[in-house]
């Protein structure tokens, strides 16, 4: 149930002629204890050492994703058990979609009890698909077009509008009837981290409404006033390179602007506060730090009255749940060295780890050597690049890196790349998305590693495809000048 929205979205959801097909409603999951039986990177090596095994990392297969379900549902447990430990506020907790766009794994988090905040038709799509009812769904798309808006609206899924004109539009749009909650992105405007692209509460963020601005916060309670629809206020502050202490900075100074508001207008019409995802993730070692719980310390100290149960709360987490859940393996093609220094050639490069190729400092990722059978390479470290299969010099996962000696056919894996890396592949040099597998530990008595396929490898049939094989004589056809 919508924490604010008690009217149920059921005729929307079963209108026969609904925009987009509803899934049936995901059965839950049972769940998990937290503490993990193994140390992470213990069970990344087991499942490693299977996938080459069962063939799914090899000569023909030499990259794919892996993602613990069981440290997934671990992950949610740990974010649950953060938030209720604060008696009083309702909490919807959401899934950001673009940390992992994949069917399955949204699913999983929807039978995990999650709800998911999408931030384009096509996740919308996703999150349709994979079995989230509407009133789980918060839309936060930064350019939402009218036909967006019409359909979010139809399906009774919660709007946040990024700016005053987007919030007209929704004016003139939103059907009489709507199922969905309305909120207003701010931007409190509290400064940036150590990662710029990562920083939306700078003073020119283009993200929401920039509340420190000459008559921005008159701005914002005037069209509270002019719509007595409108019920949230939404801030995602910040992500990866954000200090938590700035994060919820943010989130209280929307909590302030909150209780002005509602001060204002002499009724508590503002019910609910979404206060985004944006937990960074550390890549130095296995352990989450920070926690769920000590950001629930940090957002507590710094707004008491948040958890009071006055306000309804929404959260939309990405990569916290997932990083520290997944890896990438990738075989190591060839080993040559070049000006003294030694490189290892793999089949993991920016097509799947594009910010750590573009960006090394901001996102460095661990990476762990296994022979060719997949086992753990030990042996005296040598300095050594990783680098991927893009054709462009600055393909290089890991630079200047300390491992045990690579070889050709051996395998190394990537560490706590659960979000934003294989799920979000790049289509550079034509290269196939990789297959991404889920999988458990000890599922049968025999104690197995046991994969399931999240996604198939992109076939070349496909990327041709892809590519406008379909149109391909339309340059150079009859009656084109060629
Ligand atoms: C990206 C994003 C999130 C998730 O951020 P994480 O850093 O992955 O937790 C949440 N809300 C909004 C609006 C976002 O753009």
């Known amino acids: 149930m919508h924490p604010e929205n008690s009217?149920?979205?059921?005729?929307?959801?079963?209108?026969?002629?609904?925009?987009?097909?509803?899934?049936?409603?995901?059965?839950?999951?049972?769940?998990?204890?937290?503490?993990?039986?193994?140390?992470?990177?213990?069970?990344?090596?087991?499942?490693?050492?299977?996938?080459?095994?069962?063939?799914?990392?090899?000569?023909?297969?030499?990259?794919?994703?892996?993602?613990?379900?069981?440290?997934?549902?671990?992950?949610?447990?740990?974010?649950?058990?953060?938030?209720?430990?604060?008696?009083?506020?309702?909490?919807?907790?959401?899934?950001?979609?673009?940390?992992?766009?994949?069917?399955?794994?949204?699913?999983?988090?929807?039978?995990?009890?999650?709800?998911?905040e999408v931030a384009s038709p096509g996740e919308l799509r996703l999150a349709v698909e994979a079995g989230f009812t509407p009133d789980r769904i918060v839309l936060d798309s930064p350019a939402k077009t009218r036909e967006e808006l019409r359909l979010a609206m139809a399906l009774g899924v919660a709007v946040n509008a990024d700016n005053f004109a987007e919030l007209r539009r929704i004016g003139e749009l939103r059907p009489p009837e709507s199922g969905s909650v309305f909120g207003l992105r701010v931007n409190p405007q509290v400064g940036g981290g150590s990662i710029g692209a990562m920083s939306t509460a700078t003073a020119t963020s283009k993200f929401g409404v920039a509340l420190r601005d000459p008559g921005a916060r008159e701005q914002v309670v005037q069209a509270f006033a002019d719509r007595p629809w409108l019920t949230r206020l939404h801030a995602h502050v910040g992500s990866q390179g954000c200090p938590l202490e700035l994060i919820a900075e943010g989130i209280a100074q929307t909590y302030l602007l909150a209780e002005e508001i509602n001060e204002t207008l002499g009724t508590r019409q503002v019910t609910g506060i979404d206060m985004g995802g944006g937990l960074p993730v550390n890549f130095d070692g296995e352990e989450d730090r920070p926690a769920f719980a000590d950001y629930v310390r940090v957002l507590r100290a710094a707004a008491p009255g948040l958890f009071d149960g006055r306000y309804a709360l929404v959260t939309e987490f990405g990569r916290s749940l997932l990083a520290k859940n997944g890896f990438i393996g990738a075989r190591v093609e060839y080993t040559k060295d070049a000006g003294g220094r030694r490189i290892a050639l793999t089949h993991a490069g920016a097509q799947v780890a594009t910010r750590t190729v573009f960006m090394p400092d901001a996102w460095p990722l661990r990476v762990g050597a296994f022979d060719g059978e997949g086992l753990p390479r030990s042996g005296p470290p040598m300095v050594q690049d990783v680098a991927g299969p893009c054709c462009f010099a600055g393909d290089v996962v890991a630079h200047a890196r300390e491992l045990p000696e690579l070889h050709e056919g051996d395998f190394v894996a990537l560490y706590d790349t659960g979000a934003y890396y294989f799920s979000t592949p790049w289509a550079y040099n034509s290269l196939p998305r990789p297959a991404v597998y889920g999988f458990t530990h000890g599922g049968g008595a025999d104690g197995r590693v046991r994969f399931a396929t999240v996604r198939d490898a992109q076939t070349l049939d496909s990327v041709a495809a892809e590519s406008g094989l379909a149109h391909a004589d339309a340059l150079t056809g009859p009656g084109r000048r060629p």
């Open 7 to 116: 009217a149920t979205n059921a005729d929307t959801a079963a209108s026969p002629d609904s925009p987009v097909p509803l899934a049936s409603p995901v059965p839950p999951v049972s769940p998990v204890p937290l503490a993990a039986p193994l140390s992470r990177t213990a069970g990344f090596a087991g499942a490693l050492r299977q996938a080459v095994a069962d063939g799914l990392l090899g000569e023909d297969r030499p990259v794919a994703g892996f993602l613990d379900t069981d440290g997934v549902r671990r992950s949610v447990s740990a974010l649950r058990e953060a938030f209720d430990a604060v008696p009083g506020a309702p909490v919807l907790h959401t899934f950001a979609a673009k940390a992992s766009s994949l069917v399955p794994v949204l699913r999983l988090l929807a039978a995990c009890g999650m709800g998911c």
